[in-house]
């Protein structure tokens, strides 16, 4: 009879060459077909809101990593215990590695514009892992023998082919998930040329601090993509259809055709917590989401504009909203380059004033013109409302932690995306609330950086703000979390005068 351990590390040992195979397959076969990639994303689809929000609350941009890691995580104990199983009677792990491999086929299947082959990376890997567990299981028993016949070597020789196959598998897997990446379309990317905007943004005002454009590297990601969607501009089409007059499908080719104009937005995500980083400004580039509706023709009552990923993902914006006039684009471009494919490479969705979850659709497929009481977009269900406008928040960036007596700069960001800010204030302690001074912005679709000199005295200090939209509307004390339609409160910060 195999040890309980020896057959444990059996088990997870099968579960990565499992694993490994079904990358390696799904080189073949497409990325999404893999077996974590496809038990992951259908988690995705049915995990609870409250899940989703726990996991970026903790994750941040990571989460989608933490989920890979996570179901490995759990594989691994399963596996575990399948091998302890199968020690005492192998049919049993003949079934787990069984179910397991159903379940990865059925959970490939659920995937948008799945194939029928998507069925092969974890129906093989089940395959391969029945034969690599019978041959340890057999390993550990003659190493066994071996041991009691007095050869010591015995099982260090079954920890060693165990480990090095393991190993194996990993790389061999690592090397699969590589390759898929690699062939994805950055070199398409790298050979698209944008067009010149036929109508610029104005300029930075001269007294913006750095930071006030972010980066495309330092641009947060929020999506639920667990594999980033490779899409070729080649054959990249998107189709209006639905509640329309006439139904229009424009290629990328097209698309860059068409009279774009470029303007600095600042999107954020509905999961920001006060004070927190989920939220950019970038230049976008890109055509009129109200020039390609008016080709379309939405019919009356048609209140709501589907936009559908690729792989699946869906968001609804008021189309009142996205043809008011505000600059919502299908853009093409960020901050002068084409966006990236972490960002929705070829096309996206910018629409200022709304949170990304009802409006920033990446790598976008269609827009279907229907009804809010006709469909419920991705999030809908899961709790969150079902139009997002985003709220008037404000941040302090700087100062944090210890500083020194003296004057001391207050300073960080605020935002009301199409109302505009008007207005500051910071608090020291409970002090009276101080009016900051407000640098430039290129529009009120921007966030808005300000400042605040303050003769900072030594003892622990706590710093509050708020911020006042053009409207007139002051940010609300009340503290909500971000869920169903954004977080409320004022951001503070405590610091260290010395």
Same mark, same amino acid.
């Given at each position: 009879?195999?040890? +309980? ?9 099968a *579960?990565?060459v ?45 989460d ?5 890691? !996570? ?7 399963? *596996? ?8 005492? $009677?192998?049919a ?81 897997g ?55 969607p ?31 104009? &470029?303007?600095?937005?600042?999107? *954020? ?22 020039d =390609?509706? &008016? ?12 936009? $559908? ?16 006039? $505000?600059?919502? =684009?299908?853009?093409v ?14 096309? +996206? ?6 949170? !990304? ?67 500051? &204030? ?33 003892g &622990?200090?706590r710093?509050?703000?708020? *911020?006042?939209? $053009? ?28």
């Open positions: 009879m195999v040890g +309980r351990g020896r057959a444990a590390i059996a088990g997870v040992v *579960a990565a499992a694993l490994g195979a079904g990358e390696l397959i799904a080189i073949i076969t497409g990325a999404q077909s893999g077996p974590v990639v496809a038990v992951g994303g259908w988690i995705v689809d049915h995990v609870p809101e409250g899940g989703k929000e726990l996991a970026i609350r903790l994750f941040g941009t990571y989608k990593i933490a989920l890979q890691i !996570g179901t490995v995580i759990i594989l691994a104990g399963f *596996a575990a215990l399948i091998g302890i199983l199968a020690a005492r $009677r192998f049993l792990g003949i079934a787990g590695i069984g179910l397991f491999g159903v379940v990865g086929a059925a959970a490939a299947l659920t995937r948008p514009h799945a194939d029928p082959a998507w069925v092969l990376p974890s129906l093989i890997g089940a395959g391969l892992a029945v034969v690599a567990l019978k041959r340890l299981l057999l390993l550990a028993e003659t190493t066994d023998a071996a041991q009691a016949a007095g050869q010591p070597d015995g099982r260090r020789r079954f920890l060693r082919i165990a480990g090095w196959t393991g190993v194996a598998a990993v790389v061999v690592g090397a699969g998930r590589m390759f898929t990446q690699r062939r994805g379309v950055a070199e398409a990317r790298d050979q698209v040329t944008l067009p010149a905007p036929t109508n610029s943004p104005l300029p930075l005002p001269d007294n913006t601090l750095p930071g006030y454009v972010t980066s495309n590297d330092d641009f947060y990601r929020i999506d639920t993509a667990l594999i980033v490779q899409v070729d501009p080649k054959t990249w089409k998107l189709r209006i259809h639905g509640m329309v007059e006439q139904e229009i499908t424009i290629t990328y080719d097209e698309l860059l055709a068409m009279p774009m104009i &470029e303007r600095y937005i600042t999107i *954020a995500c509905v999961s920001n917590e006060v004070g927190g980083d989920l939220i950019g400004n970038a230049r976008w580039l890109g055509v009129p989401v109200k =390609l509706l &008016e080709r379309a023709k939405p019919l009356p009552g048609a209140d709501q504009v589907v936009s $559908r990923s690729v792989d699946g993902w869906t968001c609804g914006s008021p189309t009142a909203t996205l043809m008011d006039g $505000r600059d919502a =684009l299908l853009a471009g960020m901050n002068g380059e084409p966006l990236p494919i972490d960002h929705g490479f070829p096309v +996206r969705v910018i629409v200022p004033g709304l949170y !990304g979850y009802v409006s920033a659709c990446k790598w976008i497929a269609e827009w279907e013109v229907t009804t809010f009481n006709a469909f419920d977009a991705y999030w809908v269900p899961r709790g969150w409302s079902a139009q997002g406008p985003i709220k008037t928040e404000s941040r302090i960036d700087t100062p944090r932690g210890s500083k020194s007596a003296g004057e001391v700069v207050i300073a960080g960001v605020a935002w009301a995306q199409h109302r505009g800010i008007d207005k500051v &204030e910071v608090q020291v302690d409970e002090g009276p609330w101080q009016v900051a001074e407000l640098l430039g912005a290129v529009s009120e679709d921007t966030w808005r950086q300000w400042r605040l000199k303050w003769q900072a005295t030594p &622990e200090h710093l509050t703000v708020r *911020a006042t939209d $053009r409207d007139g509307v002051t940010q609300t004390q009340d503290e909500a979390p971000p869920a169903p339609d954004g977080a409320t409160g004022w951001h503070s910060v405590r610091v260290s005068i010395k």
